[in-house]
């Protein structure tokens, strides 16, 4: 990714793994706590992507009326850990 990066470009990674390996490589780490959700259009197009991807959900999703449904409902881990660089060339 770097190599594709322009002078100036950041490289994101979302989820990182090995977050030693890429400090060592330059990357700088951020993690952003708090309550974080999914916001469909609609709360029917959530109870329609709830029913085909997360049927554990739906009676839950269905029961809030909205179109924002938290990751914790979803059963998902949320996106909260990012890692990034700034490449300088």
């Known amino acids: 990714m770097e190599r ?4 100036g470009g950041c490289v994101a990674i979302v989820w990182p793994n090995n977050i ?3 400090a060592a490589h330059g990357y700088q780490y951020a993690s952003f706590a708090g309550p974080m ?3 469909f259009a609609s709360h029917r197009e959530a109870v329609e992507l709830a029913e085909i991807f997360y049927p554990d959900a739906i009676g839950e999703v269905r029961r809030r009326g909205s179109s924002r449904v938290p990751y914790d409902v979803l059963g998902i881990n949320p996106p909260r850990d990012l890692a990034f660089k700034v490449i300088a060339r």
Do not use: E, I
Not at 4 to 7: H, I, S, T, V
């Open 37 to 39: 959700s999914v916001d």
């Open 4 to 7: 594709a990066c322009r002078p």
């Open 20 to 22: 030693g390996w890429l």
